[in-house]
């Protein structure tokens, strides 16, 4: 139901240990921690809220602002490659296609008044459905928002907390993640999904680092 994560330190590639501890056995709800490693160091410290999902959620209220996107065959697939050549590995995993107003690597820089927003849609490039798990991967394997205002490279993240609403159906998932504040080299990220049903399943929070081409040097 819901993963508050902290990155402590990039990974090497190679191989890692998970070790696990179950913090508290409830009725409705368990938690768990999982600590990444790697040479005796913490990576990734994760803490979970585990209990069943619905199938179906039903919504008593529900603000979240509606997502219009056109159709996948109007949006443009977002390649696994980064402008000058950088690959990104978990892009070959998933189709991505993207609103073609949020486009954040495209020839043509973004307007000057364009938000710090990217919508989309995404789902396996092998075919296979969604699931509870995935969403937790669905909700950070997307472009950063501040592309769209001028931010440079990647932008890695300190700590994401994500919650899983319902199992989600099978089918295109939508995607909107927008920047909220930008300060002192800091951004905070909200992320929303929907599946086919046009059910929310996922959200997410992060906070994250990330410069501009007037603060690099």
Same mark, same amino acid.
């Not at 949006?75 to 490659?81: D, G, Q």
């Not at 501040?146 to 931010?151: A, L, N, V």
């Not at 086919?196 to 410069?211: D, F, P, W």
């Given at each position: 139901?819901?993963?508050?994560?902290?990155?402590?330190?990039?990974?090497?590639?190679?191989?890692?240990?998970?070790?696990?501890?179950?913090?508290?056995?409830?009725?409705?709800?368990?938690?768990?921690?999982?600590?990444?490693?790697?040479? $005796?160091?913490?990576?990734? =410290? %994760?803490?979970?809220? /585990?209990?069943?999902?619905? !199938?179906? *959620?039903? &919504?008593?209220?529900?603000?979240?602002?509606?997502?219009?996107?056109?159709?996948?065959?109007?949006?443009?697939?977002?390649?696994?490659?980064?402008?000058?050549?950088?690959?990104?590995?978990?892009?070959?995993?998933?189709?991505?296609?993207?609103?073609?107003?949020?486009?954040?690597?495209?020839?043509?820089?973004?307007?000057?008044?364009?938000?710090?927003?990217?919508?989309?849609?995404?789902?396996?490039? $092998?075919?296979?459905?969604? =699931? %509870?798990?995935?969403? /937790?991967?669905?909700?950070? !394997?997307? *472009?950063? &928002?501040?592309?769209?205002?001028?931010?440079?490279?990647?932008?890695?993240?300190?700590?994401?907390?994500?919650?899983?609403?319902?199992?989600?159906?099978?089918?295109?998932?939508?995607?909107?993640?927008?920047?909220?504040v930008v300060a002192d080299g800091v951004v905070d990220e909200t992320c929303v999904v929907w599946d086919a049903r046009g059910h929310v399943v996922a959200q997410s929070?992060?906070?994250?680092?990330?410069?501009?081409?007037?603060?690099?040097?």
């Amino acid at each position: 139901m819901a993963a508050a994560v902290t990155f402590l330190r990039p990974p090497t590639v190679g191989p890692a240990r998970i070790r696990t501890e179950l913090l508290r056995r409830g009725r409705s709800a368990s938690q768990v921690r999982a600590v990444l490693t790697q040479s $005796d160091q913490d990576l990734v =410290d %994760a803490v979970f809220v /585990l209990a069943d999902l619905p !199938a179906s *959620p039903v &919504p008593r209220y529900d603000a979240t602002p509606r997502l219009s996107l056109p159709e996948p065959e109007h949006c443009v697939r977002l390649p696994p490659l980064l402008p000058g050549g950088t690959h990104v590995g978990f892009m070959e995993m998933t189709e991505l296609r993207l609103d073609p107003t949020t486009i954040p690597f495209s020839e043509s820089p973004p307007a000057a008044d364009a938000p710090a927003e990217i919508r989309g849609w995404s789902r396996f490039d $092998d075919g296979r459905p969604p =699931d %509870a798990l995935s969403l /937790l991967f669905t909700v950070d !394997a997307i *472009p950063p &928002p501040t592309h769209m205002i001028g931010s440079l490279g990647w932008v890695p993240t300190l700590q994401m907390s994500t919650y899983v609403r319902a199992r989600p159906a099978p089918g295109w998932l939508q995607i909107r993640i927008s920047a909220n504040v930008v300060a002192d080299g800091v951004v905070d990220e909200t992320c929303v999904v929907w599946d086919a049903r046009g059910h929310v399943v996922a959200q997410s929070t992060q906070l994250a680092r990330l410069r501009f081409t007037d603060e690099s040097g």
